[in-house]
């Protein structure tokens, strides 16, 4: 690959395009501080299937979770409350809060975004115990910068998608 790396999202949905080695495929885009995953649904089927998969689940402190929508609209359950996020608008979901997408258009195109990085040990369905929270919030987690990374990401974007 050449610099600046440009990386295609159309040939790379469903899938996180930056973030630790185990998930993402190019070298270029490891990032232990974001995470970002395209996520793009194309009709009905795709659509229940996202619905279907999708856990009611929380990361452990200091991880953010962000959805920015490109295309479309999604439906976000955070703790008892549904949120609709519209067409280039990004919704929060600060840590320890309770998520799940729980509709979305049948064409809805939306990025994924977790700063700092979570993994299997800092994604945890709802139903475990707050201790397990507690725990992780003692664990030294980075966090250097993540908050102007992830803004970056997003004013990026904005302006790819400004004219569309």
Known sequence: MEDPYILDLNENKNKWIIGTPDAVDKLEFYSEQVQ???NKVNGEDEKQRLIAKETFHRHALPIKEYCLVLTGTLKVKVENEEHEVNRMNLLVV???KCHKVSDCSSDVEYLTIRAPASDDFTKMDCKESSSTVKQLINDNIKIDNIKDEVL??????SRMYKNV
Do not use: D, T
């Open 94 to 96: 600060r840590h320890s």
């Open 36 to 38: 970002v995953k395209n």
């Open 152 to 157: 970056g990401v997003y004013a990026h974007i």
